[in-house]
C-alpha cells in the first residue's frame, strides 16, 4: 500500500512539472509589448455638411501582444481630455476643442478615458490584420472593427466610429430634423501611428 502511495504522489509531482514546463513555455512564445506613448499619437477627423475638422488625441496606455511574430491581443486607454483641434487657431479652436468635451460631446469630465480592448484578431496578410474589439465611449461599449498593419515595432490602425452609439448625438440628422447646414455625420474616422 506504501509502494503504491509512493508511486502516485512521484506520478502527482511529475505531472505538475509537466504542467510548469507547459505554462513556461506557452507563456514564453507570447510576448507583451508596451505602446511607446510619446512616439505613438491618435488623429481623428469628423465630417459635418459644410467640410470637416481634424486632430489628435492622446494615448495614456496600451500593449499588443505577439506570439510567434504574429499579432494576437491588444488594449489601449485613450485620454479623452487631450482631445486637441488641429485645423483650427485661437477662438475658433478654443471653442471646438471646449464643445467636443463637453457633454453635447464626449462629457469628458465625468468620462476622462476612453477603452479598446481586442476581442479577436485575424491575420489576412503577411503583415495586416482584421480586428473586432470592445470600444468604450462615456460608458457605452461597442462592438468596432479594427484594421492593423505591423512593421517591425511599429504599427498603423485605421477605425470608423459612429458616435450614435456611444450617446453622441449632438446635430445628428439620425435623431434631429431640420438641421440643414448644421447637420455633423454620425461617423468620424481615427488613424493610429503606434510604436512599441
Known sequence: ??????????????????????????????????????KSNVEWKGYKVTGSHNG??????GS??????KLTNGDFVIDMVSINTTDLQGEY?????????S???????KHPTAILEFIKVKRIGKNSYKVKADLTIKGIT?????????????????????????????SSASFFENLKDKVIY?????????EF
Open 1 to 38: 500500500m506504501s509502494k503504491l502511495l509512493e508511486n502516485m504522489k512521484t506520478i502527482k509531482s511529475t505531472v505538475i512539472v509537466l504542467i510548469a514546463i507547459l505554462t513556461i513555455s506557452l507563456s514564453a512564445d507570447a510576448q507583451e509589448k508596451q505602446i511607446n506613448i510619446e
Open 56 to 61: 489628435t488625441i492622446a494615448i495614456k496606455s
Open 64 to 69: 499588443l501582444t505577439f506570439k510567434d511574430d
Open 93 to 101: 479652436k478654443g471653442k471646438l476643442d471646449d464643445h467636443l468635451k
Open 103 to 109: 457633454d453635447d460631446f464626449f462629457g469628458v469630465e
Open 142 to 170: 461597442k462592438k468596432v472593427d479594427v484594421s492593423i498593419s505591423v512593421y517591425g515595432n511599429k504599427a498603423m490602425a485605421t477605425l470608423k466610429i459612429d458616435r450614435t452609439e456611444f450617446g453622441v448625438r449632438y
Open 186 to 194: 454620425d461617423e468620424f474616422d481615427l488613424v493610429v501611428d503606434l
